[in-house]
């Protein structure tokens, strides 16, 4: 029986960039309990294999041609994950061939790593579904590009299915105003009656 730190894999499609940063948080999560088992009860080596996940290196190759991929966060993260995985390696190596587990300060520096790189993951995860929000972080309003993206499907839906052609408009504007509103007279168009 093989234990494979990995939920996911190579071949299956990255959804969004968000939506598979959830998934190196799962993978990481699951992976950290495979290298506690590996390297504190070295004798379950024979059916534990502790491998690196393979979630993180996709989103990677996901979202190498994207323009915000080179910012020093993104840069940061791979430094990270490097360092983290290199350090958990040495540790079930020393482990499996010498029985040697690691000291407390050298478990404390790799956790340290662990949870810097989660936090980090964390982050990022949260400002990418915040730019994919279409809302203004500092103004919490729709940005045009936001709005561009919800009206466009919007219309393709009208278009298939011909809502609003009986009138012309789509449907999901009125063909006039409200019952209750009326202009007042003397007071100017698109005033409310008191």
Known sequence: MTMSASLSQPDDPVPTPAASLAMVIDDH??????????????????????????SFPAWQAAIAGRAWAQQPVVERLADLHGTLHRMARF??????????????????????????FLLLVRRVERALAEAASGLDVLTGLRTRRGMVEEIIPTARIEDTFGFGAERGAPASLPAGPPPSWRPAAGRGPGRLEA
């Not at 992976?31 to 294999?49: I, N, R, S």
């Not at 029985?99 to 949870?115: Q, T, V």
């Open 29 to 54: 999560s699951r992976w950290v309990g495979a290298w506690h088992c590996a390297v504190f009860y070295p004798d379950m080596a024979a059916w534990l294999e502790v491998r690196e996940p393979e």
């Open 91 to 116: 540790w079930v190596e020393r482990a499996r061939a010498d029985g040697i587990r690691p000291s407390a300060h050298d478990y404390a520096a790799l956790m340290a790593r662990f949870e810097a």
